[in-house]
Every structure is written in structure tokens, then in C-alpha cells.
């Protein structure tokens, strides 16, 4: 609920409410999906490949933060308009900031990112001729439709223990 500038985003201005929020109701694929599948459910299904004590998963909880502001844009659309890459970065560098993450985020993080990424293709798109091998880290795993105020409790909690070390969280109604 706060107002973020997008060129120069204070820190005070970036909340993992509003995060968690947002990415619970924003969808993956522009909305191109056979069931709702949003951003927060990605990230929250890809923060579970490193154990809880791994450093990086925090960051890989994380990584797709800036699109809270600017939207989930298709890669096609992110090589064609200028400045979007930059703009996303921007972003992303001061939530990594805010929350003590390294930037730019490691390489493992993208890794991460790509696994459930091949695994979307297959469950959620049903593009199983774009993937010839699913990555073994995400060969157990199971992508459900899910209510987008589930989906952020479940990012905020995963939040919550990653960050702070407890799950305790309760979100008021509405």
C-alpha cells in the first residue's frame, strides 16, 4: 500500500506485506495458465529446493520482488521494450538491500529459478515437448491451483521463517 518510486526506490518504501501481497495475485504467464498459478507460488515452490538453513534460500524466495511494482512480464516482452531489464534490476537491487540479499543474486538462484521454471512448462502450460529432461530437484514435486490468499499466507510465512527463524504469522482478513 505504499507508493514506490520506481527510479529511485527508498527503502522505507519497499514492505514484504505489499510484496506478498501483490505476488499472490499477480499471475504467472500473463494469466496463460490451464489453473491460477501467481508469482508468490513460484518463488514460494523455488525457495524449497535449498534447505531453510541454506543461505540462498531467502534470496530465491525472493527473486522475482521487483515484479510487486512492475508486473510479470513474458521474457519476450523483457527483450523487446528497452529499459525494462534495467528498471527490474533497480528494483530488485533494493529489496536485496532492504532484506540483506546479495546482488545481483547468485547464479544458483537463477538455477533454482530455471528448475521450477521447467517444471511449470510441463504442468502448469503443458509444453512437454519444450523439455526434454525435468531437472531431478523438481521431479517429486507438484504444482496445485491455489487460492491467491493462500498463496500468500504461504509466501509470507516462508518469509517469516527465513527471515526471522519462526513461522508464527497470522494475516487479518481481507
Known sequence: GKEVNLLAPALSSIDILDIAHHEAQINRYNGGCAFTYSVAQHSWLASHLYPDSHPLSLAILMHDGAETYVGDD????????????????RLQRAICEK???????????????LAIYALELVTVLG???????????????AIEPMDWK????LFFSRFYKLYY??????????
Open 74 to 89: 513474458v521474457k519476450q516482452k523483457k527483450n523487446i521494450v528497452q529499459g525494462t531489464k534495467e528498471l527490474e534490476d
Open 99 to 113: 532484506y540483506g540479499l546479495p546482488w545481483p543474486l547468485p547464479l544458483q538462484v537463477k538455477r533454482a529459478d
Open 127 to 141: 509444453w512437454k515437448h519444450k523439455v526434454k529432461c525435468l531437472p531431478a530437484a523438481v521431479r517429486h514435486l
Open 150 to 153: 493462500d498463496a500468500r499466507h
Open 165 to 174: 527463524g519462526t513461522r508464527t504469522v497470522r494475516f487479518k482478513t481481507g
